[in-house]
């Protein structure tokens, strides 16, 4: 060998250990107290890391670092993230990233949050369950899919299926933030068993559209403080809140849902026009519990113009001289705002709804009469893309929600008790024009039969909106 190549030789030195690689286990060594101590160096991308384990015997301290050497992940950045971490902690790391992505709302962190953490509320129920009071003491080596599959089914066997897939997500985002971390090689929740289809009896959107005058009288007659099936007469406390009769008319003839319909502003509203209209955004909880009005949907199937029916009309020029009668703060121009003035809690509502339709209509949800409406506009308008702009939905869902048939489907007509029959879609002509607003006095009066059963539902022979 040349003189010159011994001294690139030298010059050279050791090689680099590869990343991520172990060096050689240093022999056991006796210490003081009795105890054998073996060690070995990690070189990861952060640097070299050194692992030591301890046993009453040479082998033990050898089995007890190749165990460790075995579950070695290198942990990158500053948030360390191993298979100890508890599952609550794990939780803190996925609002943290949540809140950095710009792609994700202030309601949707709240959304995450309400499921993962105990309210502190004192008016919450303590029973409630959370994934901090059930399963986050758990360690994530710990968080296997036969855990998180018990947890998932006695959520459902108490009847939480909501709750239950909501707590799936979560937990599918967190298991997702362990494996980028390197301490755990797949998500446990993978092999958690799937959500079996509910296989309950369809009622049918003609069924449910017939019921309708019904309800509407009923939550009337909740409203004047009567006893309705499941809901004794009001007798003390707060008055109950007659706007409930107008938020009900607005969502059972637009197809709207609750939190869109208390997003409503005055300014949004326009009910002079040929085809009385309203622009519309939704609203959404932010990240301290309240509410706020979002200035703009998630997607651009929100932005749409809502087609009203009479009722809802009626209903809506009842509201707004409520508003300018009562003289109640309304700072935000809200169309329904709570007695503060501010925006109403859509949570409080389904309260409110379940009181209304007390055990007679025990299956009627605020979004029963969604696909009817969607499926009467579908039918006069022949065009499901007209339906999905009414619903805020795909053309896809549209066609999917609405009736199968092409043909149009019977309506709630001028049926009343003296016995007349229900029209088809075509015949029955949907009813625009100018409402004759009565006083508040007059508004809070029971229907008679004659106007219970005499609403015209079907949303026809009109002219299909072009935006």
């Known amino acids: ?25 240093s022999k056991p060594k006796k ?7 073996t060690a070995v160096r990690f070189y ?13 015997t040479a082998g033990e301290a050898r ?136 296989k309950t009896q369809s009622r049918g959107k003609v069924k449910d559209q017939h019921a309708l005058p ?7 007659a909740w409203a004047n403080g009567e006893e309705i099936p499941g809901t004794p007469a009001y007798k003390s406390g707060p008055a109950r809140d007659w706007s409930m009769v107008w938020v009900v008319d607005v969502i059972t003839g637009t197809g709207m849902r609750p939190h869109e319909v208390f997003a409503l502003l005055l300014e949004d509203i326009n009910l002079d026009a040929p085809d009385p209209t309203w622009t519309l955004v939704e609203t959404k909880s ?31 020029r009842e ?8 003289g109640r703060p309304n700072p935000m121009g809200l169309l329904f705002p709570s007695r503060a003035g501010t925006l109403r809690n859509p949570n409080n509502f389904g309260r409110i709804w379940r009181a209304a339709r007390g055990s007679e209509f025990n299956w009627v949800t605020p979004r029963t009469f969604r696909k009817g409406a969607g499926t009467e506009i579908d039918h006069a308008s022949g065009d499901p893309e007209r339906a999905a702009r009414q619903l805020g939905n795909t053309k896809a869902v549209a066609l999917a929600t609405t009736s199968t048939c092409r043909k149009p489907c019977p309506t709630i007509g001028t049926c ?33 039969t004659e106007v219970r059963m005499g609403f015209f539902v079907g949303m026809t022979g009109f002219e299909p909106a072009t935006t």
């Open 286 to 316: 932010k990240g301290t519990g309240g509410w706020i009005r979002n200035p703009a949907p998630k997607t651009d199937n929100g932005w749409r113009r809502i087609l009203l029916p009479p009722h809802s009309v009626e209903s809506l």
């Open 319 to 326: 509201a707004i001289e409520d508003l300018e009668t009562s």
């Open 44 to 56: 990861g991308a952060w640097g070299t890391q050194y692992l030591e384990r301890f046993g009453d």
């Open 416 to 448: 009343s008790s003296a016995g007349h029959g229900v029209p088809s879609a075509k015949s029955v002509g949907f009813l625009w024009g100018h409402i004759e607003s009565r006083t508040l006095t007059e508004v809070r009066k029971p229907l008679p």
């Open 63 to 198: 089995n007890r670092l190749a165990e460790a050497m075995r579950d070695h992940r290198e942990q990158l950045g500053y948030s360390r993230i191993t298979r100890t971490t508890k599952l609550i902690d794990l939780a803190a790391e996925l609002i943290a990233e949540l809140e950095g992505d710009e792609a994700f709302t202030d309601g949707n962190i709240e959304d995450y949050r309400r499921e993962i953490y105990v309210s502190t509320d004192k008016r919450a129920n303590p029973n409630t369950i959370k994934i901090e009071n059930s399963i986050g003491h758990l360690q994530v080596w710990q968080a296997t899919a036969g855990e998180l599959d018990r947890h998932l089914k006695h959520l459902i066997a108490l009847g939480l299926r909501r709750k239950a897939k909501q707590h799936k997500i979560i937990l599918r985002a967190m298991m997702g933030i362990a494996v980028r971390h390197g301490a755990i090689d797949t998500k446990p929740i993978d092999g958690v068993a799937g959500f079996t289809r509910r």
């Open 31 to 37: 210490q003081k107290n009795g105890t054998w101590r």
């Open 1 to 25: 060998m040349s003189q010159r190549s011994r001294k690139e030789k030298t010059l050279a030195g050791r090689l680099p250990k590869p990343v991520g690689a172990f060096g050689q286990p």
């Open 214 to 220: 019904a309800f509407r009288a009923q939550v009337r």
